[in-house]
């Protein structure tokens, strides 16, 4: 028991990995219940257009066919997941706002039956004029798609800080530079799927969702209904990265349908659905003037962003916040001017997608920040030491940054990758490139106006002390949170991992946890469970005093012993002054259950009040940040313009890594979905707003014949906010990518595509352009 940490630092088996690996662990699309009916949303089949008529006629007809609704048999009432932009309703009631919106739902006895009755289903249009880019909705004469949002500007920023004008006066460098960034998905394996049934005037819903909470939230919202009247639990969650945060219709359909027929009723989505669904990354038109001295120093920074939003809000409003908001945590700089303009069009609506708002900026910054470092002459990774923040900053926008080594991790990534070797040294067609990054640790504030805590842990003892529950609703979505929250309980509690299970995903059976997103389970969720276990273990250590009585001639003192005297480790309780002095932590236990009853211990989590008191001060509030340097080397074919990623670095400052390995993972699949996102993702349309690669034959995602090696190295640092020292890994690791890539993409070919992604294409006809222009 040398060691300062049993299970903590340890990379242990994951919880669910049997389960996984051999198919017994279910999905929602796995379930099945006695007498359940299949359901199917009716969709729009223009991007704009006034519904004239629905004809169900047929439909109802068909034989199987159990029910069929739309907006008039079901509630008005708007709902999102932010209070300020309530705009989407459960189905379109007068207008559709893109191909694929919500006109209805069908139920039937089978899936065949529910596609036929659609088939019938006669739905009459008046078709309007529509937009597709947020140039074409912010013009005077463009069609109005909200009448809550004129001349469709969704969402409009302007935080400004300092005095950007005075700065640049005494800059000794300035420039500018505008990029693009795309339309992506999130690529998750399990498409989203809901069942819901009621038990008297409860509603229980099985759903892939990253939220058990928000989900019981909104949909009691929506329904006027208590939240205690439903219940939400998800099985297994094949990914999320962001795209099942918000309520779906498919969610609020099948309640509808299984209140009307008395039986469950299953929905899901298609492949094409999932990404008619959408709420992925934001296409984005971004530009950045940034003055330096002559010595490297950023002295100020102008930020304009141009979001393509889609036909809703859900989380875009805070996509657009976190594109501009997390800039001041990477550089140290007090003059910050960002400006930020969320257009709605006629497109699916756009969300949160790993990194939320930040991957492409992250991307546009990182390679502003090179043409800078190369125009005065400065090697771009000293560029980025020179300008890196510190641990106990506060920057400009009033984010508190407890510990942060973003200097030690671009130190660490140059020295690893070789990078004095290589930049400006290798062969033509191959280059290296950097780019920083990092996110929030979990998110301040609630989605919602709430005093509740963010988290809430409990572990309960069995009555013989030979095993323990930990009950927590933070949500694996793939990630490992369940077993790290074991390990952070054991921890907590002086108890063996192997004796602990989890419940979790249940809002009946487990405890308040807002679920996976903003990278906040592990600090936040982790805060709570500790503390449980800390609450039993303090129990454990008070019945053992009682317990324990030292001899006279046990050669320290006589007497008994008092709790502080005492430990726990590993389901041992021993006196810390003579270890051989011990009672097994089943023996106490069992003691306390006889004296006291059951045996539990308890924990919660609130951030308290965090970040400024400007407009918009809530998005991107935390309580750690996390950082991360990344170094990629590529090779660019000159003949095609192709290009192959073949070596990357990762550095993250993350704190202290409670499973290394999971942290490991989160790193190789930030770099997989960045090398996607960077060279070959991009969401489609045909002139009309139909979708044209809604599948993943035409969808590009890289597979493991594209990885290249992935280096993960780790910071020796420790969060003072984050249990045991922990903080972020899972988004932040995903947004320096795109931009290291792009830096490398630069270097081999000196040559700037601005527009993601770096397709072969692009990267050919810049190439071409600048060999015409040299001659």
């Known amino acids: 028991m040398s060691e300062k940490h049993s299970y903590v630092g340890k990379s242990l088996q994951r919880t669910d990995v049997l389960d996984k690996v051999t198919g017994r662990g279910k999905f929602a699309g796995d379930l099945k219940f006695s007498n359940m009916l299949y359901g199917k949303l009716i969709r729009s089949t223009h991007a704009h257009a006034r519904i004239l008529n629905i004809d169900t006629s047929e439909a109802e007809k068909l034989p199987g066919v159990k029910a069929i609704i739309t907006a008039k048999d079901v509630p008005s ?20 706002k893109f191909y694929g919106d919500k006109i209805g739902a069908v139920c039937a006895v089978d899936e065949d039956t529910v596609y036929e009755a659609l088939k019938l289903i006669k739905v009459e249009y008046e078709v309007l004029p529509a937009v597709f880019t947020p140039a074409e909705a912010a013009e005077e004469s463009a069609p109005q798609i909200f009448e809550e949002y004129p001349r469709n500007l969704n969402t409009e920023i302007h935080q400004h800080f300092g005095d950007c004008d005075k700065a640049q006066e005494e800059a000794y460098y300035v420039r500018t530079d505008r990029f693009q960034g795309q339309r992506t998905i ?50 297994f969650v094949g990914g999320g990265f962001g795209g099942k945060l918000d309520v779906s219709g498919l969610d609020v359909s099948a309640v509808i349908l299984s209140k009307m027929t008395g039986q469950p009723v299953k929905m899901s989505y ?7 669904n959408g709420r992925g990354r934001h296409g984005m038109d971004m530009e950045y003037t940034t003055g330096v001295t002559k010595e490297g120093k950023i002295l100020f920074v102008k930020n304009e962003i141009i979001l393509d939003g889609g036909a809703y809000s859900g989380l875009g409003v805070a996509s657009s916040y976190y594109a501009g908001a997390l800039l001041t945590v990477l550089y140290d700089f007090d003059n910050y001017k960002f400006d930020a303009y969320r257009y709605v069009t006629n497109l699916p609506p756009c969300g949160a997608q790993r990194g939320h708002g930040q991957p492409h900026p992250r991307y546009a910054f990182e390679s502003h920040l090179d043409h800078i470092a190369e125009d005065i002459g400065i090697d771009p990774i000293e560029m980025r030491i020179i300008n890196a923040r510190k641990s106990g900053d506060v920057t400009p926008n009033g984010y508190e940054l407890k510990s942060y080594f973003l200097k030690e991790a671009n130190e660490l990534a140059r020295d690893a990758s070789g990078w004095k070797d290589k930049k400006g040294k290798m062969a033509k067609g191959r280059g290296i490139g950097v780019g920083n990054g990092g996110f929030v640790s979990g998110a301040g504030f609630c989605q919602y106006r709430t005093d509740l805590p963010h988290s809430i842990g409990m572990i309960k003892v069995y009555d013989d ?92 003192r006589s007497g008994k012993l008092m709790p502080e005297e005492l430990d726990c480790r590993e389901g041992i309780v021993f006196m810390k002054q003579e270890p051989a002095l011990r009672l097994t932590f089943a023996e106490v236990a069992r003691a306390y259950f006889v004296k006291n009853g059951l045996l539990i211990g308890r924990g919660y989590y609130h951030p308290g009040k965090l970040g400024g008191a400007h407009k918009g001060a809530a998005v991107g509030t935390s309580p750690a940040y996390s950082s991360a340097t990344q170094i990629s080397e590529v090779i660019v074919d000159e003949e095609t313009g192709l290009v192959k990623v073949l070596n990357t670095w990762d550095v993250h400052d993350s704190g202290v890594a409670i499973n290394p390995n999971l942290l490991h993972g989160q790193v190789h699949g930030a770099f997989a979905m960045g090398i996607g996102e960077t060279l070959w993702e991009i969401v489609t349309f045909d002139k009309n707003g139909k979708l044209l690669n809604g599948n993943y034959a035409e969808y590009r995602l890289p597979t493991a014949l594209d990885m290249p090696p992935v280096h993960s190295l780790l910071l020796d640092t420790f969060e003072p906010n984050g249990p045991y020292g922990a903080k972020e890994v899972g988004e932040g690791a995903t947004t320096p990518t795109l931009g290291c890539i792009a830096n490398a993409v630069y270097d081999a070919t000196k040559v700037r595509v601005s527009s993601l992604p770096l397709t072969p294409e692009k990267v050919w006809r810049a190439m071409k352009e600048k060999r015409e222009r040299e001659k």
């Not at 009432?77 to 559709?96: H, M, N, Q």
């Open 186 to 235: 999130h690529g998750v394996i399990e498409p989203h799927c809901t069942i819901a049934y009621w038990e008297g005037k409860r509603v229980i819903i099985h759903a892939a969702h990253q939220s058990v909470h928000y989900m019981q939230h909104h949909l009691a919202r929506i329904f006027g209904m208590k939240e205690g009247d439903i219940r939400v639990i998800t099985p």
């Open 465 to 556: 002390g030979t095993h323990a529950i930990v009950y927590s609703n933070a949500v694996d979505i793939g990630q490992g949170s369940d077993t790290v929250l074991r390990q952070m309980a054991a921890e907590g509690m002086g108890y063996p991992f192997d004796d602990i299970t989890i419940v979790s995903h249940d809002t009946d059976l487990a405890t308040l946890d807002f679920g996976a997103y903003a990278s906040r389970q592990t600090l936040m969720a982790g805060w709570a469970v500790k503390r449980a276990g800390e609450d039993v273990k303090k129990k454990i250590l008070e019945m053992a005093a009682e317990m324990m009585i030292v001899k006279e001639d046990g050669g320290y």
């Open 77 to 96: 009432i708007k709902f999102g997941l932010s209070p300020a932009r309530y705009d989407e309703t459960i189905f379109c009631t007068d207008t559709v």
């Open 270 to 276: 298609d492949l094409e659905e999932v990404w008619l």
